[in-house]
Every structure is written in C-alpha cells, then in structure tokens.
C-alpha cells in the first residue's frame, strides 16, 4: 500500500557580524542547526486516494559573542513532530483534504531576569478543505485551519541592545503558544491562453506574539526614557489577539505565441489589513498593498522581462511607528544563450530598481534608518551542468 518513502536532512553553520563604521566587528551571531524529515506517501488505501504520513527532527544552536552577549545569551531550541494528510473523493468533481501536525518543543535559555529557563510546549495544528471542479475551467477550493506556532528564542529571552534592527528588545518567558483559525477561499481559472489564481483569507489570532515598540528610546545600557535622543527604540514581545483579513491575485496571460517565442502578461495584487483586538489599533509592520504588471517573452536562444510593482503607502501602523512612501519598482533582465546546441549557457543582464526610487520596507523595524538597495545592474554568466 505505501508507494514511496523520502527521507532527507540538512545541517547548517552560519554566522555574521554587525560593525560599527571603522568595520570593526561589535556582535557576531552564531546559528548552528539540524534537521530530518521522513515521508511516507501511499497509493489508493480504502476510501482514501492520496494520503502521508511523516516524522520531522529538529535542533538549532544559537549563540552571540561580543557585545551580543548582551542582547541573548546562548539558546537551544529541539523540536519532535509527527505529521500526516490525506485526500478523499466526494465525487467525481470534488475531493476532501485533510491534515494534522502535533511537535514538542522544547527550548532552553536565560530570561532576562538571569534565571535559566525550559520551556515545552506542545502545538497542534490541523486543517480541512474541500476541492471541487466547477466544469469548464474553473476550479474552487475552501480550507480551514488551525495552527499553533510556539514562541520563538528571541521572543522568550531577548535581553538587551540589538544594533541591527536598532531595538533594545526584551523578551518574556511567559509567553503561551499562539494560535491562528483561518477561513480561505480559492478560485483557479486555466484557460488555454490564461492562467489566474485568486484568494480570500481571513485569520483570528489567538495570543498573536509581537514586538511591541513603547515609544521610548534607550542606550546601550537600557536607560530609556521619551524623547532622549537615544539611537535604540525600546521594544515589549508580548502577546494579544489579532484580526487579519487579505486577498491576493495573479494571472498570466500569452499574448503572443510564435515559432520565435512566446509574449505574455504578468499581473499581480495583493492586500492584507490586521489589527489587534478590543481597541488595540493595528497590527504593527504589515506590508501595504501591491499591484503589478509585467511583460515576458521566452524564446530559444533569448529570454526578456520586465515587471513594474506599486507598494502603496503604509499609514496603518502600530503605536510608535511611522508612515513609510509609496514608491514603484522596475526590474527587468534580458538572457541570452549564444550556442543553440548548449542551451545550459547563458549570459545575461540583470537590472533591479532601475528607477532608483527611494524604498522603504514597512516590515523592517530599521525602516526610518535603512533605505532598501538603489539601482543595481549586474551582467552575469550562468553555466549548468546536465547529465
């Protein structure tokens, strides 16, 4: 009855260093983790079509030297989890899917009290959807869910300056689990010369986990105060319950189909608004909106593109946050493959941001310090070995 059986694993080393303006090196992060993951997937078994089962092993390391030792001392996060899904005809045109995930987490460090701390945590998470064939092209799905999400190291045991996002954060050990129940609603168009995919969600958080910024700024040793012209804002994770609400589209229409190549149309948009509960005001770095439009060809020996993409202004902030610009951004790239007996390589040119405007990411907690990458041009050469 079992068809196949994938097992795979990683193991990672990394590290960086964030330096002041002589280059000298003032914290180094060290992220050191492992992970194995076994699936097994069977065939057609009773009333199931489709259905698997899986365990997946993790451990992650993490340490700072140097003034990050001030911000969190060394971690140790392990995690267990068992999985599983499964796919049943209703009928000939809708199909039922369902699954499950239960993991044990455990992680080990040091609150910002001093005090040596071990969580474990258990979250279960499990979704159920429904895919139906509406005839023709068309193709609806609905899904429901529930995942928990445990708190992450930083945000239980965060202690002190954190020079890149430029925040004095601290954590709490107390935090629960969080938890979102999510309502989504698909609809899938595939037509002979155009593809769309669009989506409407909706997501109630319980115990939503965040950075909550006072509004106070502090030094390097955690004075703070409002309006002390302090470089570092002061940040809370804490938890509360949260409301989000988006959608999303996408669509590629062939505009063009000849022996040269093929032209298409590339559209894109997508919206999302959360705000927290009982008066809570909004949910802080979330992105704004974004539309786009792009032209591509794809032929055999040249590849060409473009994509123009609007990010709107962001004035639903949280406390202590600013507004961050719209702005547009323009890539494009052309590739060329010179030999048609070797089409695994290819020269190409690459052009990010070509209107050099000025960007803002509403996400990054640095955003009123830290612009995004201006123009950027780069040739480029791609090889790629085929068996």
């Known amino acids: 009855p079992w068809r196949a059986l994938t097992v795979d694993g990683g193991w990672a080393d990394y590290a960086h260093s964030e330096r002041d303006d002589t280059g000298a090196a003032l914290s180094t992060f060290k992220d050191r983790e492992w992970d194995a993951r076994a699936e097994a997937v069977a065939g057609k078994w009773g009333v199931l079509s489709e ?25 140790t996060t392990r995690s267990q989890a068992a999985f599983g899904f499964a796919e049943a005809p ?17 992680i080990d460090g040091t609150a910002p009290d001093d005090t040596p701390t071990s969580r474990t945590l258990t979250p279960l998470s499990a979704s159920l959807g429904v895919v139906t064939d509406l005839g023709g092209n068309w193709r609806l799905g609905l899904a429901l869910s529930s995942a928990a999400r445990a708190p992450a190291q930083t945000e239980l045991f965060a202690r002190g300056p954190h020079d890149g996002p430029l925040t004095f954060e601290t954590g709490d050990p ?13 609809l899938r168009w595939r037509g002979e010369r155009v593809h769309a995919d669009g989506a409407v969600w909706a997501t109630r958080f319980s115990n939503y986990i965040y950075g909550d910024l006072t509004g106070r ?10 309006g002390s012209g302090e470089e570092l804002k ?11 609400v988006g959608a999303e589209a996408h669509a590629e229409v062939e505009l063009l189909q000849h022996a040269a190549g093929d032209l298409h149309l590339n559209l894109l948009a997508d919206v999302v608004r959360a705000e927290l509960t009982n008066g809570g005001g909004d949910v802080p770095r979330i992105p704004p909106y974004h539309l786009g439009a792009g032209l591509s060809w794809h032929g055999e020996r040249l590849d060409a593109s473009v994509f123009v993409k609007y990010a709107a202004r962001q004035s639903r902030v949280g406390t202590s946050e600013s507004p961050t610009s719209a702005f547009t951004n323009v890539d494009a790239q052309v590739a060329f493959r010179p030999w048609g007996d070797h089409p695994q390589i290819e020269f190409a040119l690459v052009g990010h941001n070509l209107a050099n405007s000025l960007q803002r990411n509403a996400v990054a907690l640095n955003k009123d310090e830290v612009i995004l990458p201006g123009r950027d041009i780069r040739l480029m050469f791609r090889a790629r070995l085929d068996q």
């Open 217 to 226: 700024t502090c030094d390097e040793d955690g004075n703070c105060a409002f």
């Open 90 to 106: 209703l009928s000939d045109t809708t199909r039922l899917q369902f699954g499950a995930r239960v993991e044990r987490v455990q």
């Open 51 to 75: 259905s698997a089962l899986g365990i997946q092993l993790q451990q992650r390391d993490f340490s700072a030297l140097g003034e990050g030792q001030e911000y969190l001392l060394p971690t």
């Open 174 to 186: 107390t935090l629960g689990m969080e938890r979102a129940n999510s309502l989504e609603a698909s």
């Open 234 to 244: 002061e940040l809370f994770y804490t938890q509360r319950d949260a409301r989000f």
